[in-house]
Structure formats: structure tokens, C-alpha cells
């Protein structure tokens, strides 16, 4: 019978529970749009019908390694999010004002 994951993660040492609560958070953080748009409940069909395009539109989006921000600015705010651009530096962070949309300029 199968067994819930609550159940193994409470037999694990708490060195094992922190390494996968880490690796949990850092892919959290860390995914492509199609995992984006899946862990947010929404098919390509339903991001497609909010943007007005159709859903081979999605699909390439999603398959693609270079887009306008713009694109995918819309493409995360479909999905109810909102697109911050974040330059990392060694001595800090700086967050990009630039790519206001234009109903904001």
C-alpha cells in the first residue's frame, strides 16, 4: 500500500528533511514557463483564450529561449504574477524600472 509523503519525510533525519526542503525551495524558484503555467493550474488552452491567441502560440512561447520582455511580461501576468527584472550584483541587488508597461509611462 502506498504510503503519504508526510509519513517518509517524518522518518527522515532532520539533515535530510532540510536538504529536500532546500532543494523544494529551489525549485520553486527556479523553473521554465511551462512548469510556471502547470503549478499555476492553467492549460495552454486557458493562457491562450486570456492572451486572445491561439494555443500554438503557447506552445512556442513556452519553447522558446529569447522573447521580448514585453512578451513575457504578459505571458506572467495572464497567469495572475507580475514581471520584475532584477540585475544581481556582488554587492547587491537592483531592480530594473525600465520595462514599465506603457499605460504606466
Do not use: C, W
Not at 536538504?19 to 523553473?31: A, G, N, S, W, Y
Not at 513556452?62 to 544581481?88: C, N, Q
Request: aromatic letters at 4%; hydrophobic letters at 40%; a positive charge.
Amino acid at each position: 500500500m502506498a504510503k503519504k509523503f508526510t509519513e517518509l519525510r517524518a522518518k527522515l533525519s532532520p539533515q535530510a528533511q532540510q536538504r529536500v526542503q532546500d532543494k523544494f525551495e529551489q525549485l520553486r524558484e527556479e523553473m521554465p514557463l511551462h512548469e510556471l503555467r502547470r503549478a499555476r493550474g492553467l492549460s495552454q488552452k486557458a493562457l491562450a483564450e486570456v492572451l486572445h491567441v491561439e494555443q500554438p502560440a503557447i506552445a512556442k512561447i513556452e519553447k522558446r529561449a529569447d522573447m521580448y520582455i514585453s512578451t513575457l511580461r504578459s505571458h506572467i501576468e495572464a497567469m495572475g504574477g507580475e514581471l520584475e527584472i532584477v540585475a544581481k550584483f556582488p554587492d547587491g541587488a537592483v531592480r530594473i524600472k525600465n520595462f514599465v508597461t506603457l499605460d504606466q509611462a
